[in-house]
């Protein structure tokens, strides 16, 4: 792998989604060109941009790992069952050896298709794509991160665990396990807080992802104003970034307890921006039911005292 493309790679595992979309690509006949590529329309969609990866892709390709992404893009931007149909096929497709794509090709799709279905909830069927006993480092990442979502963090452990008995300790396996670690908790978030400072400390990287993963952690090691002060620079490099705002409405909260301005204006603005954000669904769903319960509830007449 030459150092442009491990470079690519780091970006885009640390969420430096806008750094690596503005890089220019390899020749096309690099052996990094279609790597490279994908990476970046991955970066598009991470953005919420699958437009700007399709226009990416070449429409003619029959690259498996680029038709993959082009479903995956196009999945994103208007879900559709036939367009998981497209995945299975390629990820049949890529069994034989009679498909346009070398073997890390062929691993991309694999991790392609299984987070499509892990957006469509189809979690096992995502688990299967990705491979139980895989040793693409990639695929176990997102297989931790399906497992951390249906809160499994033990059988994200047992995947990190079997990972390091193979994987060499890189960058993504360290991530893996500070991901893991903010739900496990074992450390006090120690490990997981230590990792993002390193990567933020890296003066060639600018990721707001990042930011926000470590204010995360912060907020979980109730160092509020620290968190805010992540959180406002991350939102400086992506404005209005959903799991950003979302976590700045937690700190808000915390730090005010009996709500605020600061709070209250974070929350109008992450139900505007994203009404269908796991926070502003749950939050609606909880109103809904109190609503119901007090329907349901006949408040009893005031007494009134007996005549002397």
């Given at each position: 792998m030459s150092s442009e493309l491990y470079h690519t790679k780091q970006q885009f595992f640390l969420g430096a989604y806008k750094s690596l979309v503005a890089l220019s690509l390899p020749d096309s006949n690099s052996p990094d060109y279609i790597p490279t590529l994908v990476y970046q329309a991955r970066a598009h969609i991470a953005l919420n941009d699958p437009a700007?990866?399709?226009?990416?892709?070449?429409?003619?390709?029959?690259?498996?790992?680029?038709?993959a992404v082009?479903?995956?893009?196009?999945?994103?931007?208007a879900p559709d069952e036939s367009i998981l149909e497209e995945l299975?096929?390629?990820a049949v497709e890529i069994e034989g050896d009679d498909v346009e794509g070398t073997d890390q090709d062929k691993l991309a799709v694999r991790v392609l298709a299984g987070t499509a279905f892990a957006r469509a909830g189809e979690v096992e069927e995502a688990l299967e794509t990705l491979g139980a006993e895989t040793e693409d480092l990639e695929a176990v990442a997102v297989?931790?991160?399906?497992?951390?979502?249906?809160?499994?963090?033990?059988?994200?452990?047992?995947?990190?665990?079997r990972a390091k008995q193979w994987a060499e300790d890189d960058l993504l396996l360290q991530l893996i396990e500070?991901?893991?670690?903010?739900?496990?908790?074992?450390?006090?978030?120690?490990?997981?807080?230590?990792?993002?400072?390193?990567?933020?400390?890296?003066?060639?990287?600018?990721?707001?992802h990042i930011l926000t993963a470590r204010a995360v952690t912060r907020i979980l090691r109730n160092e509020i104003p620290e968190a805010k002060s992540d959180l406002e620079e991350s939102l400086e490099q992506q404005k209005n970034d959903a799991e950003t705002l979302a976590a700045f409405v937690v700190a808000a909260g915390i730090?005010?307890?009996?709500g605020s301005a600061e709070a209250d204006e974070?929350?109008?603005?992450?139900q505007t921006t994203h009404p269908t954000h796991p926070l502003v669904v749950d939050v609606a769903q909880k109103a809904d039911l109190f609503d119901e319960a007090v329907a349901k509830f006949t408040v009893p007449p005031l007494a009134v005292p007996a005549a002397a």
């Open positions: 700007a990866a399709l226009a990416l892709v070449p429409a003619d390709s029959e690259n498996v790992s680029l038709k082009s479903a995956l893009a196009r999945y994103v931007s299975r096929d390629l297989t931790v991160q399906i497992y951390l979502s249906i809160n499994r963090p033990d059988r994200a452990r047992r995947e990190f665990d500070s991901s893991i670690g903010l739900v496990a908790a074992k450390d006090g978030y120690a490990n997981a807080n230590s990792f993002y400072t390193e990567q933020l400390g890296n003066p060639s990287l600018s990721s707001p730090e005010s307890k009996k974070l929350w109008t603005r992450l």
